[in-house]
């Protein structure tokens, strides 16, 4: 089959619209994920098992589970009953930071239980409190082990994002299932839309090694 480069071109605009609604979604789902994950993480460490219990089934929830199941409960079954009629981007930020943030705490506490002990016991004696030997003491070694497994899932959460189009929301791979609809030919719509995908996770990839290289190896 000829591969068309005209029609490509004539999509090229929804393409670059739905990459910004891509990188929109991704951002802000690395943002409160992280957040959220941070919360999360430390909850699962916490002794008291009215924290930690409620911490450890959100996890195996939201990992045991597909995500597209979950994009699927949340804008059809939760959003509702915040908003008539649900909004497609608040639901695929929320679906996408729900999810990131399960396995995003879970490196957080690999992170932070790497740390030997002895750190934690030293802060102490010199008078700090729990948090702030966290805050001051244990992050700041832990996260430097943090930035490679957390810059591998902001990767993969690049790529999840193409599942909220199950949703309608106008992201990438909207147009590109738009385009095949449209012209009923698999290649254009899909090759361009892995090409742009490429991009934007080598370019996550690049800022993230530049990352690694400076809080690492420096």
């Not at 009215?50 to 045991?64: A, D, K």
């Not at 030293?122 to 001051?136: D, F, K, P």
């Not at 199950?166 to 892995?194: C, D, K, S």
């Amino acid at each position: 089959m000829e591969y068309s480069l005209q029609i490509i071109g004539d999509y090229m605009p929804l393409f670059l619209k739905g990459t910004w609604v891509t990188i929109q979604l991704s951002f802000l789902a690395i943002l409160f994920g992280t957040i959220l994950g941070l919360f999360i993480g430390l909850g699962k460490m916490v002794k008291q098992p009215l924290i930690s219990l409620p911490c450890v089934w959100y996890i195996s929830f939201f990992r045991g589970t597909p995500l597209l199941v979950q994009i699927l409960l949340i804008h059809s079954a939760l959003m509702p009953l915040i908003m008539k009629p649900p909004n497609v981007f608040i639901s695929s930020v929320l679906a996408l930071s729900l999810n990131a943030a399960a396995y995003i705490s879970e490196i957080f506490r690999a992170g932070i239980q790497s740390i030997d002990k002895g750190q934690m016991e030293a802060a102490r004696s010199v008078g700090m409190t729990h948090v702030q030997a966290m805050r001051h003491v244990i992050l700041p070694q832990a996260s430097r082990r943090m930035i490679p497994p957390l810059g591998n899932e902001f990767i993969v959460l690049i790529k999840d994002s193409s599942l909220v189009s199950i949703i309608a929301t106008p992201e990438l791979m909207y147009y590109a299932r738009a385009m095949m609809g449209q012209y009923y030919r698999p290649w254009e719509p899909y090759m361009t839309a892995a090409l742009m995908y490429l991009i934007l996770t080598l370019g996550m990839a690049f800022i993230l090694s530049k990352i690694e290289r400076k809080f690492v190896y420096d």
